[in-house]
């Protein structure tokens, strides 16, 4: 590497004698062209991409992930109670609270995500399963949004406040509009299928490159990766 730093760094535009042997009266004989000197600073300056996501990401992604282990069953509780019960209305605190939090935890991931660099799918992986993963993240990262904006959008155009955690209430973006809480309601509820289903495959996948294909994917999301990817 410091020989090939030696040579990038050359101000003259001729073979550095170190990599090559020759004395400079005879290398002027054998001037370096362009794309070789752009080509040996590229592989000066060319960082491998990581192996594993990056702290931030990953506790984010661990947080998330316990939001959504809870605010589910929580839903499916909640909504069997009698309209009366007395403790109806802390559960359904609870579970908005859940989900606010879980759409700042996405949107600072998605900011996070876009201004670093991630690891690479393992080249083992085949093009199709690669793709199919691209589109299942992407999916994920809308049902993690619009989730929260759907129940909120609901509760607020239903007449409902929405307290995060009882310390504060959160700021009105809709006024009281039935036809609005009765759409916004519906996207809650079919995104919910949808958040089953695309939370189901992650995992199946995961554990299905895990166990069956020997490919170390939960690695990259706990820090313990040490291959490159592609290498295996």
């Given at each position: 590497?410091?020989?090939?730093?030696?040579c990038?760094?050359?101000?003259?535009?001729?073979?550095?004698?170190?990599?090559?042997?020759?004395?400079?009266?005879?290398r002027?004989?054998?001037?370096?062209?362009?794309?070789?000197?752009?080509?040996?600073?590229?592989?000066?300056?060319?960082?491998?991409?990581?192996?594993?996501?990056?702290?931030?990401?990953?506790?984010?992604?661990?947080?998330?992930?316990?939001?959504?282990?809870?605010?589910?069953?929580?839903?499916?509780?909640?909504?069997?109670?009698?309209?009366?019960?007395?403790?109806?209305?802390?559960?359904?605190?609870?579970?908005?609270?859940?989900?606010?939090?879980?759409?700042?935890?996405?949107?600072?991931?998605?900011?996070?995500?876009?201004?670093?660099?991630?690891?690479?799918?393992?080249?083992?992986?085949?093009?199709?399963?690669?793709a199919?993963?691209?589109?299942?993240?992407?999916?994920?990262?809308?049902?993690?949004l619009?989730?929260?904006?759907?129940?909120?959008?609901?509760?607020?155009?239903?007449?409902?406040?929405?307290?995060?955690?009882?310390?504060?209430?959160?700021?009105?973006?809709?006024?009281?509009?039935?036809?609005l809480?009765?759409?916004?309601?519906?996207?809650?509820?079919?995104?919910?299928?949808a958040?089953?289903?695309?939370?189901?495959?992650?995992?199946?996948?995961?554990?299905?490159?895990?166990?069956?294909?020997?490919?170390?994917?939960?690695?990259?999301?706990?820090?313990?990766?040490?291959?490159?990817?592609?290498?295996?």
């Amino acid at each position: 590497m410091e020989t090939l730093l030696h040579c990038v760094n050359q101000r003259e535009t001729h073979l550095c004698p170190t990599c090559t042997g020759m004395t400079f009266s005879q290398r002027k004989k054998f001037p370096m062209s362009e794309s070789s000197r752009t080509t040996a600073s590229a592989a000066v300056n060319t960082l491998p991409r990581p192996t594993t996501y990056s702290a931030t990401l990953r506790v984010l992604h661990w947080l998330s992930a316990l939001c959504m282990f809870i605010v589910i069953p929580l839903a499916w509780y909640m909504t069997e109670l009698d309209r009366h019960d007395p403790h109806r209305v802390t559960w359904f605190t609870l579970h908005k609270s859940i989900g606010l939090t879980v759409l700042l935890l996405t949107v600072i991931r998605i900011i996070t995500r876009l201004s670093g660099t991630v690891p690479a799918l393992p080249a083992r992986i085949p093009a199709m399963e690669r793709a199919l993963a691209h589109i299942g993240h992407g999916l994920l990262y809308l049902i993690l949004l619009g989730m929260p904006i759907s129940g909120y959008l609901n509760s607020y155009a239903g007449g409902h406040p929405v307290e995060w955690f009882w310390l504060f209430q959160v700021p009105v973006m809709a006024s009281p509009d039935r036809p609005l809480a009765h759409l916004a309601g519906q996207t809650h509820r079919l995104l919910a299928w949808a958040t089953y289903a695309l939370i189901a495959g992650h995992v199946l996948a995961v554990a299905y490159h895990q166990l069956v294909q020997r490919i170390d994917l939960l690695g990259r999301m706990t820090g313990r990766a040490t291959s490159v990817p592609g290498q295996k």
